[in-house]
């Protein structure tokens, strides 16, 4: 008990995780080089983001006349439905308002629609956001807001991360543009990697390999083993790793190829240890695929099925490459599989090698023998070239 607390605990900290301006700034700039017009005449919904806190609907607000929105909305959960118990205080803004409600403060949601100047100071900005608290608490799941989300034509946000799974299903149901940060994780869910793999959302434009940092709470307590930065720009932030921008809006870098090596000129110059020098890539046990686990290994030359991981996403150029599957959720077709999930043999052997990883039978994940040493791949994202060049 105590311990799920702790982890609830935890995990309702990490909801509140706040984008840095800076990156979400970097980010829209590749939208707007690649298209111009992106948000010209649009509506745009954030869904979890209360202005007081929020760089994007700050972002978007600033940046309103020079996109050329057409309305921009933002609405706030309610200090009371978050998991998260802070000390929460209206802000004065909200206190000297005439509309101000000791009541509603906490329990309803806000939200806040800018499409004028109401300031009369001949600019559209963050000033002029207009605001009144919604019936409900600004669950993004309640009918209030899903009538916002259908009346808009871009939804774009960092939803809380516990909900991440909700949130998809939430906006892949509204069939709108959008533009999300999540754990690359997300790629192989069933609701997700469909899409990715018919080329109907992809990776955003900014590479996070590194991490990246969000502001938190002040009493966020850092983990142990925490050993990034702990400040940026006189705030405090966190690092997260494995988080990346999932959108099916377009920009320019995913289109751009990947400089490749042929088989042969990566068995003699590859830097990878586990590549240079060979003289095949290892194929799979129960894949008619070959295994290769850098992308930067990936052989310009090879007219079959490459298995490579998640990363590759962030470069893949839908005019390099197809996707046709993933070793996880079985969501790659049978023409692909040599044995519907790995044979026993195979898991008697993985397991005599010192394998520790569980494995359910009948499961697509994918293994090989290296060495004669049966091992599991973590989760594969299964490739071919369009046009294998030699
Ligand atoms: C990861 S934070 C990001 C906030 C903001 N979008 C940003 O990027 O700075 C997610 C926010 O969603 C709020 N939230 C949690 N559950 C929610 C729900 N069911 N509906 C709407 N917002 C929710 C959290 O309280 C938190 O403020």
Known sequence: MANSNLTNAKTAKNDEFYTQYHDIQKEIEAYLEFNANAFRGKTILMPCDDPEWSNFTKFFAQNFERFGIKKLISTSYAPDSKNYKSNYQPTLFEVNDPQFDENKTVK????????????????????????????????????????????SDIIITNPPFSLFRDFLVWIVEANKSFLLIGNMNAITYKELFPLIKENKVWLGATNFNKG????????????STYKFEREQNGEKVSRVPGVCWFTNIDHGRRHQSLP????????????????????????????????????????SDYDGVIGVPITFLDKYSPEQF??????????????????PGLTKEFVADYYKDGGTGAYKEGNPTAGFYENNIAKMAYKRIFIKHKRPIK
């Open 322 to 339: 197809e996707i046709v599957g993933t070793s996880d959720n079985g969501l790659v077709s049978d023409e692909y599989k040599k044995t």
């Open 212 to 223: 990246m940092y969000f502001k938190v709470p002040s009493d966020f307590v850092y983990s």
């Open 260 to 299: 490749l090596m042929t088989m042969e000129d990566n068995f003699k110059f590859s830097k990878h240890k586990e590549i240079k020098g060979k003289d095949s890539y290892i194929q799979y046990d129960n894949y008619d695929a070959i295994d290769v686990p850098f992308t930067d290994a990936i052989p």
């Open 108 to 151: 309803n949601g806000k939200i806040f629609t800018l499409t004028r100047d109401k300031s009369g100071d001949g600019k559209i900005d963050v000033n002029d956001l207009e605001w009144k608290y919604l019936k409900g608490d600004g669950d993004f799941n309640s009918n209030e807001i899903k009538i916002l989300r259908d009346e």
